[in-house]
């Protein structure tokens, strides 16, 4: 079983930063994929970005290419999701999640173990 929790989040201004962390226990996969999603009142949940676990392999959705970046520290089992010049539109709960497969992509379904979120308001 694997236990992902997520911190960071808060309010902050247009243009700020934040920088997200995700600490996963319990057992973790060499092959493991991590992902941020986030999730804004009335919408559905949608991808943010991924690394992969050990090849240091990223992407990201186009909405947030050039502003958020994810990295990792595997000696910490944590993921990273740094925040940078930040719009309103990206208020939202931001989750944490693993993929045991190793599946890379935005599909939710394909992600087995999510964290509880952290809450992202960004105000204009």
Known sequence: QVQLVES?????????????????????????????????????????????WRASKTYYADYVKGRFTISRDNAKNMVYLQMDSLKPEDTAVYYCAQSRSGYVGTNVAQYDYWGPGTQVTVSS
Do not use: D
């Not at 247009?14 to 991590?34: K, N």
């Open 8 to 52: 960071g989040g808060g309010l902050v201004q247009a243009g700020g930063s934040l920088r997200l962390s995700c600490a996963a226990s319990g057992r973790t996969f060499s092959s493991a994929v991590m992902g941020w999603f986030r999730q804004a009142p009335g919408k559905e949940r949608e991808f943010v970005a991924v690394i992969i």
